[in-house]
């Protein structure tokens, strides 16, 4: 079902083409779009703070392996998915409210050869089209700060995880102080903001029956690299390869904007691991 919000989320993280976009930038970039790897995407496709590296992390304290079939909720552009199929085996399902998002990972995927392992499908965290207990993991990375009805979020995503399943999450939560400076990645105006603090999130995973067996704050480590990527880009201009091809010239306001809420306390970082 599509809301107003929903329909205002995908008009944010859409820009047309963005397949063609992301090619072209690659062969600028002198990457050979014959042999692409998760490597050569990776500034581009792992779409949280810290990218690919917070994503090994997680997926480490997770301890994901190869028999595993993942579901990565609000899996964008795919650059999580692919990574967790190349680095650790895992057969990966990738679910995203924004079309355009769904065709670029499909695309991206099937050039770096890993479509036997990964696939996609358009859909909203909320309602996901999947039968109970159908995945050994679910996955999620900077996707919840969108998504106003949190209890039914992790309801959903108790109910499709088997029993004894792990639940990953590694997301931007509400700070000590005070409100978040906009424009930020996730959304240029409040009305598309929906950021738990560490304490709602720990007690909405309770209440819906997870345990959770591992919390680490790692909103040091976000500001560290923020500060560095928001000064890179204020000194060189925008790189070949970054954010700002999905989200457009805005990046630059929203990567200050984002320095200012990690060194304000504005927002914190969790990565979390909890068990059904
Ligand atoms: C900042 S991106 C993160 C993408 C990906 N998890 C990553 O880390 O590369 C947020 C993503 O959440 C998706 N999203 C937001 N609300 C959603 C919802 N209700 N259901 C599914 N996806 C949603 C957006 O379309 C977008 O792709």
Redesign the pocket.
């Known amino acids: 079902m599509q809301t107003p919000i929903?329909e205002a989320?995908?008009t944010h993280?859409t820009r047309a083409d963005l397949g063609d976009v992301i090619l072209a930038a690659l062969e600028n970039a002198g990457k050979d779009l014959t042999r692409l790897t998760p490597e050569d995407l990776a500034p581009i496709?792992?779409?949280?703070i810290r990218g690919r590296m917070a994503?090994l992390e997680l997926a480490r304290a997770a301890g994901l392996h190869a028999a595993m079939h993942v579901l990565?909720?609000?899996?964008?552009?795919?650059?999580?998915s692919r990574c967790l199929a190349k680095e650790f085996g895992c057969r990966v399902t990738g679910?995203?409210?924004?079309d355009e998002?769904c065709q670029a990972a499909a695309m991206l995927t099937a050039r770096t050869g890993l479509a036997h392992l990964v696939d996609f499908r358009q859909?909203?965290?909320?309602r996901l089209p999947f039968d109970d207990q159908a995945f050994d993991a679910v996955w999620?990375?900077?996707?919840a700060m969108?998504?106003p009805d949190k209890a039914r979020?992790y309801r959903e995503m108790h109910r499709v995880l088997k029993p004894g399943g792990t639940l990953a999450i590694y997301d931007v939560l509400a700070g000590p102080s005070g409100p978040v400076l906009f424009p930020v990645?996730?959304a240029r105006t409040p009305d598309t903001s929906f950021l738990a603090t560490p304490e709602a999130l720990r007690r909405l995973l309770e209440d819906t029956g997870f345990t959770v067996a591992d919390w680490s704050d790692t909103t040091e480590a976000a500001r560290a690299w923020f500060l560095a990527l928001a000064e890179k880009i204020r000194r060189e201009g925008f790189p070949p390869l970054g954010f700002h091809l999905l989200l457009g010239p805005d990046f630059k306001a929203m990567a200050q904007n984002q320095g200012r809420n990690l060194e304000e306390g504005r927002i914190v970082l969790a990565q979390i691991v909890a068990r059904k």
């Open positions: 929903n989320i995908q993280y496709d792992q779409f949280h994503t990565d909720v609000g899996s964008g552009v795919g650059g999580t679910i995203d409210l924004t998002y859909g909203d965290a909320t999620t990375e900077h996707v969108n998504i979020l990645p996730w």
